[in-house]
């Protein structure tokens, strides 16, 4: 399988440019996989994912430092981000941890911010991706993060920068996301077209 680094041969095979491509345009998404093996004495070892697999026809490479950093063993389930090896355009696995126990720590935040009600701005919404954010500040102080806002929930996309209500929920990588999203002021855009509007004598 040739040294650590630089596994694999060159190239990332006929799906590999789609694989890299869709890493860079999506750099912390995370993945969710099994242990598959590793070798101490050669430094590394790979991941096994469904996903991962389609984008780039092989598994993923982990050095053992991560493995050894998270306490995993072959086999269990971990959740990690992609990084593409400059050289090869091979996927790197970068180890956020064991998924069991990041969901328990998810699960854990969600009771403490709770469901909701919360109240929030459409920060952004992308069209063609399908999905944008909901900033609110008490469940940022809980999650760190943005409401991932999924397109079935989205008002439309004149609200961005509207004020809503929501509840939210845990997606299956453990993030919080809008559910039942009401909007209650009027978006950016819409705000500017009344603007525009001529004054009626």
């Known amino acids: 399988m040739g040294g650590g680094k630089d596994f694999g041969g060159k190239g990332a095979g ?26 101490m004495e ?21 050095d053992t ?5 998270h306490t995993v063993e072959v086999g269990e389930e971990v959740t990690f981000l992609i990084k593409i090896n400059n050289r090869t ?20 935040k969600l009771e ?5 009600p919360h109240t929030g701005i459409i920060k952004s919404y992308n069209e063609g991706k399908g999905f944008g954010f909901i900033e ?14 999924h397109k079935k929930e ?26 039942n999203v009401q909007v209650i002021g009027a978006g950016v855009q819409e705000v500017e077209e009344e603007a525009a509007l001529p004054e009626i004598p």
């Open 14 to 39: 006929a799906n590999g440019g789609r694989g890299v491509q869709f890493v860079k345009q999506n750099p912390n998404r995370e993945y969710m996989g099994v242990v598959k093996s590793y070798n």
């Open 65 to 69: 430092e991560q493995i050894q950093t």
């Open 136 to 149: 609110c500040a008490e469940t940022f102080q809980v999650f760190n993060q943005d409401v991932f806002l």
């Open 42 to 62: 050669k430094g590394y070892g790979f991941l096994e994912c469904p996903e991962t697999k389609q984008l780039f026809n092989r598994d993923v490479y982990i």
């Open 154 to 179: 989205m008002p439309s996309v004149e609200h961005v920068g509207a004020e809503v209500s929501f509840m939210i929920m845990l997606n299956a990588k453990g993030q919080p996301q809008a559910t």
């Open 112 to 116: 403490q911010a709770g469901v909701g």
């Open 89 to 108: 355009g091979n996927p790197q696995g970068v180890l956020l941890g064991k998924s069991g126990a990041l969901k328990e720590q998810a699960n854990a």
